[in-house]
């Protein structure tokens, strides 16, 4: 049972324009959650997260929104660069279960030039 | 710069070969992740240690264990590999369980 699911396996998006990625849960315990970046042949890296007792959390041209009550977030890159081009995985925790990671599937972003 | 390190990168072994896998850290955090990753698919996490409390998921096989001698390195022994365990393994650190997790560039196992 896929506790954490990215419906979307690749996106395609124009340089300069709006890159969206989403993540579903299923876990109402879930309380943290976490995108990372993972390029080919290196680790994941962490990009940014949000606790569950916010809805917005911006760094830069990262932008993660959470609807609790979808039980919905979602990462907004703006501006999208090629270098943005990667796989994105959406994570999520629960306090009261250690704080341990369920991952999404991932969703691979390739920005064209 | 403080950082994650997995050694091999690339790991190559026979069918029923024990076979260990690395992971260092120089961020002395106390927790130590091992994920699975096949391809296309979310990690795995397989077991964590906190400092030198070891904690098995529970559908992690037998055939797959961990030491942790200290706090910088952490190893995943796979006992008898099947053709099966060819996967990336992933390995994490956090300072603690709700900080985010820091990665290495995982190694690539390979059965024969």
């Known amino acids: 049972d896929q506790q954490v699911k990215q419906n979307s396996p690749s996106l395609s998006v124009q340089e300069g324009r709006i890159s969206i990625l989403n993540c579903d849960y299923t876990?109402?315990?879930?309380?943290?959650f976490l995108w990372y970046k993972k390029y080919p042949a290196e680790g994941p890296t962490f990009l940014i997260s949000?606790?569950?007792?916010?809805d917005k959390n911006e760094d830069g041209r990262f932008t993660v929104f959470l609807n609790k009550s979808a039980k919905h977030l979602s990462l907004h890159i703006v501006p999208s660069q090629p270098g943005d081009s990667a796989v994105y995985f959406c994570a999520a925790s629960a306090g009261n279960a250690g704080n341990m990671l369920t991952f999404g599937g991932g969703t691979r972003l390739m920005v064209k030039p | 710069d403080a950082m994650v390190i997995q050694n091999p990168r690339y790991q190559v072994t026979q069918f029923g070969k024990p076979v260990t896998l690395s992971c260092s850290q120089t961020l002395n955090h106390n927790v130590m992740y091992w994920y699975q990753q096949k391809s296309s698919q979310a990690p795995k996490l397989l077991f964590h240690?906190?400092?030198?409390?070891?904690?098995n998921e529970a559908d992690t096989p037998d055939n797959f264990q961990s030491r942790r001698p200290n706090t910088s390195f952490c190893f995943l022994d796979i006992r008898s590999p099947g053709l099966g365990d060819a996967a990336m393994y992933l390995c994490?650190?956090?300072?603690?369980?709700?900080?985010?997790?820091?990665f290495g560039d995982g190694t690539r196992l390979s059965i024969l």
């Open positions: 994490a650190t956090s300072g603690r369980f709700n900080q985010p997790q820091h």
């Open positions: 949000i606790s569950s007792i916010k």
């Open positions: 876990n109402s315990m879930f309380d943290y």
């Open positions: 240690y906190y400092d030198k409390d070891f904690n």
